[in-house]
């Protein structure tokens, strides 16, 4: 790639122009985040296995007609996307309780929601990215009624693609998150899956593949997932 301009240093990737409108770079970089920001660490090789996993789901996702701004694996650790418009919120649907919901609810971890639950947040990290309702978003002019319905929908959509897919290799899709984006007037899927942004349990053992196993000091975090892209036949 001969020119490119860092256009934003988020707390894992790195987001490029390359001199092409409606085009990024995005270099996923080895660095990990918890707590939003208060945790930090790098850990080898987690750029390239993520990449990995990204550029397999986002392929898998696109094969069963969501839009994403998915265009190429250009290295190791770099993608090229569709340029959006990012919406400041954050998507997540959850199969069962964990993280977040249970602290705010007082739900016992690992309690199966079915149906799936939907939640709106605000990716704002000076605000620690709060929960916020639809009225929120409306208040504040972020996305059209008929957007947060397309969001909605899409993030069910995709859940009901990967958690049979998940099931298939022994894995419980317990939540994850998505960003979603606006590329010539149209929603797209933006941003990453990975275990960076999705909880993934071994459906016998209930042994934890994902981000938790850094936010909770469980260790061998990158074994795990690569364990996991392993099992998944990613990698
Ligand atoms: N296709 C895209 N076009 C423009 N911005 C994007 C696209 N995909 C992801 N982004 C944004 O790029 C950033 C990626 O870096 P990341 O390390 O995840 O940042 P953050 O710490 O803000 O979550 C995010 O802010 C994300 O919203
Ligand atoms: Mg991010």
Redesign the pocket.
């Given at each position: 790639m001969s020119e490119r301009l860092a256009l934003?240093?988020?707390?894992?990737?790195?987001?490029y122009d390359i001199g092409k409108p409606s085009e990024?770079l995005?270099e996923f970089?080895n660095?990990a985040?918890g707590g939003n920001?208060a945790k930090h660490a790098v850990l080898e090789e987690k750029g390239r296995v993520n990449c990995a996993f990204d550029a397999f789901i986002m392929a898998m996702l696109a094969e069963n007609g969501i839009k994403t701004?998915w265009l190429k694996k250009v290295s190791d650790t770099e993608i090229v996307?569709?340029?959006?418009?990012?919406l400041?919120i954050e998507c997540i649907v959850r199969n069962r309780a964990a993280g977040g919901i249970c602290k705010r609810l007082g739900i016992e971890r690992g309690r199966v929601f079915a149906p799936p639950i939907f939640e709106f947040f605000l990716?704002d990290?000076s605000l620690g990215d709060p929960i916020i309702t639809e009225d929120h978003i409306f208040m504040m002019q972020l996305a059209s009624k008929e957007n947060l319905a397309s969001m909605k929908v899409l993030t069910h959509r995709v859940n009901n693609i990967l958690k049979p897919f998940f099931a298939k290799a022994g894995f419980d899709l317990v939540d994850f998150k998505l960003?979603f984006?606006y590329?010539q007037g149209e929603l797209?899927l933006?941003?990453?899956f990975t275990l960076d942004g999705c909880r993934l349990w071994d459906i016998q053992s209930g042994e934890i593949y994902d981000k938790d196993r850094f936010r909770l000091d469980l260790g061998d975090v990158i074994q795990f997932y690569k364990k996991a892209s392993t099992r998944l036949g990613i990698l």
């Open positions: 934003y240093k988020g707390k894992s990737k790195t987001v990024l995005v970089r660095d985040t920001g701004h996307v569709r340029r959006l418009d990012m400041p990716k990290d960003e984006g590329y797209l933006g941003d990453e």
